[in-house]
């Protein structure tokens, strides 16, 4: 019987807020208890840190978290399911700018690594 709290390795930031984090990393078949009597069983393996939709989200929604919207989003999001940047459109920062500053940063890291240091 599913619980009325969401699973103890989940982390609830806001009662507002539409995911659950990651406390622990956790493998995919895992069960966990959403909360509201939600169960959902893990399709891939969930990283600590990282988010799963609390509740079935439609796309377009905003989507919150500490009680704050974090984007909206890009298709409908099952209750259980990832979020990120596969289902969810930042409104303050376009992904496209997110992953050039990562492939920068990257680079960045490359080129130390052949100097021996930063």
């Given at each position: 019987m599913a619980s009325s709290d969401p699973d103890g390795r989940?982390?609830?930031l806001s009662?507002?807020?539409d995911v659950l984090v990651a406390?622990?990393?956790l493998p995919a078949g895992t069960v966990v208890a959403l909360g509201g009597g939600l169960e959902s069983m893990l399709a891939a393996a969930l990283p600590a840190g990282h988010k799963i939709a609390?509740?079935?989200v439609a796309e377009g929604?905003?989507?919150l978290k500490y009680g704050a919207?974090?984007?909206r989003a890009t298709r409908?999001?099952?209750a259980g399911e990832p979020v990120h940047t596969h289902n969810l459109r930042s409104d303050w920062t376009p992904t496209h700018t997110l992953d050039e500053a990562r492939a920068?940063?990257?680079a960045g890291a490359r080129e130390q690594a052949t100097r021996g240091g930063p």
């Open positions: 989940l982390l609830l009662p507002e807020d406390r622990c990393p609390r509740h079935a929604a905003r989507v919207p974090i984007g409908a999001i099952a920068r940063d990257e």
